[in-house]
């Protein structure tokens, strides 16, 4: 069994063959073949590699299932003032399912 740390969008994640996980929107990318390039640990059955800070020769190969956007509110209140702010945005993730842990 091979698995891998990735770092993504500022967040690292577990990850090995056939799992999915939600990540950021990756900007600049085939929807059918995302590359992670930047990969922290890699460990097989047999090996364990660290990277300083990333190892060059791993790379995780995924695939887009869905793409979801999280609506979030941000609302500020004071009492017996009348002032209340109410904003939002809407933040786009995407769910992967991680194909393969290739070294180059």
């Given amino acids: ?25 990756v900007k600049n990318t085939d929807p059918e073949k995302i590359v992670f390039k930047s990969v922290l640990l890699y460990a097989d059955n047999n090996n364990c590699f660290i990277g300083k800070p ?11 299932l869905k793409e979801k956007k ?5 609302f500020k209140y004071k009492p017996k003032t009348r002032y209340r702010k109410k904003k939002g945005y809407k933040k786009i993730t995407w769910l992967i399912e991680i194909k393969s842990i290739n070294s180059i």
């Fill in 1 to 25: 069994m091979k698995i891998a740390i990735i770092e993504t969008g500022g967040k690292q994640y577990l990850v090995e063959e056939g799992k999915k996980i939600e990540i950021e929107k």
């Fill in 54 to 64: 990333y190892l060059e020769n791993i790379e995780v190969i995924a695939k887009l």
């Fill in 70 to 74: 999280n609506k979030t509110l941000v």
